[in-house]
Nanobody, 123 residues
Framework: VQLVESGGGSVQAGGSLRLSCAAS????????MGWFRQVPGHLREGVAA???????SYADTVKGRFAISKDNAKNILYLQMNSLKPEDTAMYYC??????????????????WGQGTQVTVSS
Protein backbone atom coordinates (compact mmCIF):
# COMPACT_ATOMS: atom_id res chain seq x y z
CA VAL A 1 0.00 0.00 0.00
CA GLN A 2 1.31 3.42 -0.94
CA LEU A 3 -0.10 6.77 0.07
CA VAL A 4 0.95 10.03 -1.56
CA GLU A 5 -0.24 13.36 -0.21
CA SER A 6 -0.49 16.61 -2.14
CA GLY A 7 -2.13 20.00 -1.91
CA GLY A 8 -0.21 21.54 0.95
CA GLY A 9 1.16 25.05 0.78
CA SER A 10 1.17 28.47 2.36
CA VAL A 11 -2.02 30.42 2.99
CA GLN A 12 -3.12 33.37 5.06
CA ALA A 13 -5.37 32.94 8.07
CA GLY A 14 -8.98 32.55 7.03
CA GLY A 15 -8.02 30.91 3.76
CA SER A 16 -8.67 27.41 2.47
CA LEU A 17 -6.70 24.45 1.19
CA ARG A 18 -7.67 21.01 -0.03
CA LEU A 19 -5.33 18.13 0.64
CA SER A 20 -5.41 14.97 -1.43
CA CYS A 21 -4.07 11.51 -0.73
CA ALA A 22 -3.72 9.09 -3.61
CA ALA A 23 -3.80 5.48 -2.46
CA SER A 24 -2.50 2.50 -4.40
CA UNK A 25 -1.88 -1.16 -3.71
CA UNK A 26 -5.41 -1.98 -2.67
CA UNK A 27 -8.92 -1.63 -4.03
CA UNK A 28 -11.00 -2.43 -0.96
CA UNK A 29 -13.16 0.61 -0.28
CA UNK A 30 -13.64 -0.55 3.31
CA UNK A 31 -10.17 0.61 4.31
CA UNK A 32 -10.40 3.32 6.94
CA MET A 33 -8.54 6.49 6.14
CA GLY A 34 -7.38 9.33 8.28
CA TRP A 35 -5.56 12.62 8.31
CA PHE A 36 -3.02 13.41 10.99
CA ARG A 37 -0.74 16.35 11.61
CA GLN A 38 2.48 16.95 13.44
CA VAL A 39 4.44 19.98 14.52
CA PRO A 40 8.16 19.52 15.27
CA GLY A 41 8.64 18.57 18.89
CA HIS A 42 5.03 17.49 19.34
CA LEU A 43 3.16 14.23 19.01
CA ARG A 44 1.33 13.37 15.82
CA GLU A 45 -2.37 14.05 16.33
CA GLY A 46 -5.49 12.84 14.58
CA VAL A 47 -7.39 15.45 12.61
CA ALA A 48 -10.12 13.59 10.76
CA ALA A 49 -10.98 10.03 9.86
CA UNK A 50 -13.45 8.07 7.80
CA UNK A 51 -14.54 4.56 8.68
CA UNK A 52 -15.40 1.44 6.70
CA UNK A 53 -19.06 2.44 6.75
CA UNK A 54 -18.34 6.01 5.67
CA UNK A 55 -18.80 7.51 9.11
CA UNK A 56 -16.53 10.42 9.93
CA SER A 57 -14.86 11.76 13.04
CA TYR A 58 -13.00 14.99 13.72
CA ALA A 59 -10.75 16.46 16.33
CA ASP A 60 -12.53 19.16 18.33
CA THR A 61 -10.03 21.73 17.10
CA VAL A 62 -11.14 21.34 13.46
CA LYS A 63 -14.86 20.55 13.76
CA GLY A 64 -16.92 22.81 11.55
CA ARG A 65 -13.86 23.91 9.56
CA PHE A 66 -12.43 20.72 8.04
CA ALA A 67 -14.20 18.04 6.02
CA ILE A 68 -12.88 14.61 5.13
CA SER A 69 -14.15 12.73 2.09
CA LYS A 70 -13.16 9.79 -0.04
CA ASP A 71 -13.57 9.01 -3.73
CA ASN A 72 -13.69 5.22 -3.76
CA ALA A 73 -13.66 5.01 -7.55
CA LYS A 74 -10.38 6.93 -7.76
CA ASN A 75 -8.98 5.74 -4.42
CA ILE A 76 -8.33 9.30 -3.31
CA LEU A 77 -8.84 10.76 0.15
CA TYR A 78 -9.47 14.49 0.60
CA LEU A 79 -9.31 16.97 3.41
CA GLN A 80 -11.03 20.28 2.75
CA MET A 81 -9.69 22.85 5.19
CA ASN A 82 -11.53 26.13 5.58
CA SER A 83 -11.11 29.08 7.94
CA LEU A 84 -7.51 28.11 8.49
CA LYS A 85 -5.70 29.38 11.57
CA PRO A 86 -1.99 29.77 12.29
CA GLU A 87 -2.27 26.90 14.77
CA ASP A 88 -3.22 24.60 11.88
CA THR A 89 0.35 24.92 10.63
CA ALA A 90 1.86 21.43 10.55
CA MET A 91 2.96 18.55 8.39
CA TYR A 92 -0.17 16.67 7.38
CA TYR A 93 -0.09 12.91 6.91
CA CYS A 94 -2.51 10.52 5.30
CA UNK A 95 -2.95 7.07 6.84
CA UNK A 96 -4.82 3.87 6.05
CA UNK A 97 -6.12 1.09 8.26
CA UNK A 98 -7.17 -2.36 7.11
CA UNK A 99 -10.91 -3.06 7.41
CA UNK A 100 -13.11 -3.39 9.29
CA UNK A 101 -12.53 -0.26 11.31
CA UNK A 102 -14.35 2.70 12.73
CA UNK A 103 -12.34 5.65 11.56
CA UNK A 104 -10.22 6.24 14.62
CA UNK A 105 -8.14 9.30 15.40
CA UNK A 106 -5.61 7.11 17.22
CA UNK A 107 -2.44 6.85 15.18
CA UNK A 108 -1.44 3.42 16.50
CA UNK A 109 -4.45 1.85 14.77
CA UNK A 110 -3.17 2.72 11.30
CA UNK A 111 -1.12 0.35 9.19
CA UNK A 112 0.14 2.57 6.37
CA TRP A 113 1.38 6.16 6.19
CA GLY A 114 2.23 8.71 3.55
CA GLN A 115 5.27 11.01 3.56
CA GLY A 116 3.32 14.14 4.44
CA THR A 117 2.56 17.53 2.96
CA GLN A 118 3.35 20.82 4.69
CA VAL A 119 0.63 23.33 5.51
CA THR A 120 1.66 26.79 6.67
CA VAL A 121 -0.89 29.37 7.78
CA SER A 122 0.32 32.91 8.34
CA SER A 123 -1.46 35.50 10.46
Amino acid sequence: VQLVESGGGSVQAGGSLRLSCAASGYTDSRYCMGWFRQVPGHLREGVAAIGSDGSTSYADTVKGRFAISKDNAKNILYLQMNSLKPEDTAMYYCAAQRPWCGGSLLKYRYNYWGQGTQVTVSS
